[in-house]
């Protein structure tokens, strides 16, 4: 699996958009951007993950760029409770079903 | 409807003492999926099971880390002659299909400390 590069942390106002970035620049064709956060003291939770379109659920969006060597994931109004580590995995969608996690960013939401 | 459910929650034991780690799947869920995570660090994954069949145990960090998920359903991750550097989170995580792009969805761990 492709490595990931992201910030160690980042901080975000209570309601306004946190955008998320995560540099992949060694992914192979077949190998999807997968977002999972981490709340403090649970299991990481999947949020969304993309091939090379933009996708969005109801929970964020994910935006991969046209080379697909970087992708953000966008919390569009953030809450205190969003307050997680946020790890971008990428993965082949084949026989490699493990997650390779990171450090992940810290995203803080300050009210 | 019910999510991954690990017990215990929290474990403390000796150095030397064997411990089990149990997690119940997704009902229905193929795929289980353990990982290791210490303070501090992404989770590190151990071992995957494909129902009963273990198919990839590349990460068990030595011979004294077993799983075994005999029935296709439950799976117990079992440490012997524990050590401190065993201290950590112990995930299991769970999906529907075989192979794909499916989310694996998580327990909330069980918290292994050594003294």
């Known amino acids: 699996d492709a490595k990931t590069t992201q910030p160690p942390s980042m901080d975000c106002a209570e309601g306004r958009a946190a955008n998320l970035p995560c540099n992949h620049s060694?992914?192979?064709?077949?190998?999807?951007v997968y977002w999972y956060r981490q709340i403090h003291s649970q299991g990481p939770q999947y949020i969304i993950h993309?091939?090379?379109n933009n996708e969005t659920n109801e929970m964020a969006s994910l935006i991969i760029t046209e080379d697909r060597k970087s992708s953000t994931l966008i919390l569009p109004h953030a809450t205190l409770r969003d307050t997680a580590v946020y790890y971008c995995i990428v993965r082949s969608g084949g026989s490699n079903y493990k997650l390779t996690f990171g450090k992940g960013t810290l995203l803080t939401v300050n009210p | 409807g019910a999510g991954v459910s690990q017990s215990p929650r929290y474990k403390v034991a000796k150095r030397g003492q064997d411990v089990a780690l149990r997690c119940d799947p997704i009902?229905?869920?193929?795929?289980l999926f353990w990982y290791q995570q210490a303070l501090g660090q992404g989770p590190e994954f151990l071992t995957y099971f494909q129902n009963e069949a273990q198919l990839d145990k590349s990460g068990l960090p030595s011979d004294r880390f077993f799983a075994e998920r005999p029935e296709g359903s439950v799976s117990t991750l079992k440490i012997q002659r524990t050590q401190q550097e065993d201290s950590a989170v112990y995930l299991c995580?769970?999906?529907?299909?075989?192979?794909?792009?499916?989310?694996?969805?998580f327990g909330p761990g069980t918290r292994l400390t050594v003294l």
């Open positions: 060694t992914i192979s064709g077949n190998e999807y």
């Open positions: 009902s229905g869920h193929v795929s």
């Open positions: 993309g091939l090379k």
């Open positions: 995580a769970s999906s529907l299909a075989l192979a794909g792009s499916n989310e694996q969805f």
